[in-house]
């Protein structure tokens, strides 16, 4: 079946986890990778396609092209914010 995906969130999650790999120090607890998520997707335009085997695996490549700054950007950013200020203890 198809469906409505928006995939920046594909990138958003990819580069969130490469970037909290490389930094010490901050919580990756689920609530605030959740936190982080929607805070860089906040900031980055929605990217909507239809997924379809095939089709979407070159869609993917020709955004992290043409997004990778934009991304890198928004997740930099939402992880400061987000581990500044931690909706937990
Ligand atoms: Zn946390």
């Known amino acids: 079946m198809e469906k409505l995906k928006n995939h920046m969130e594909y990138l958003v999650n990819e580069e969130l986890e490469r970037y909290l790999g490389t930094q010490e120090g901050i919580c990756k607890c689920e609530k605030c990778k959740l936190d982080m998520k929607a805070y860089a997707l906040n900031l980055l335009?929605?990217?909507?396609?239809?997924?379809?085997?095939?089709?979407?695996?070159?869609?993917?490549?020709?955004?992290?092209?043409?997004?990778?700054?934009?991304?890198?950007?928004a997740v930099v950013e939402a992880v400061e914010k987000i581990s500044e200020n931690p909706r937990h203890k």
């Open 45 to 73: 335009p929605a990217y909507y396609i239809v997924s379809e085997k095939g089709y979407v695996y070159s869609k993917i490549s020709e955004m992290r092209q043409q997004f990778k700054v934009d991304v890198i950007k």
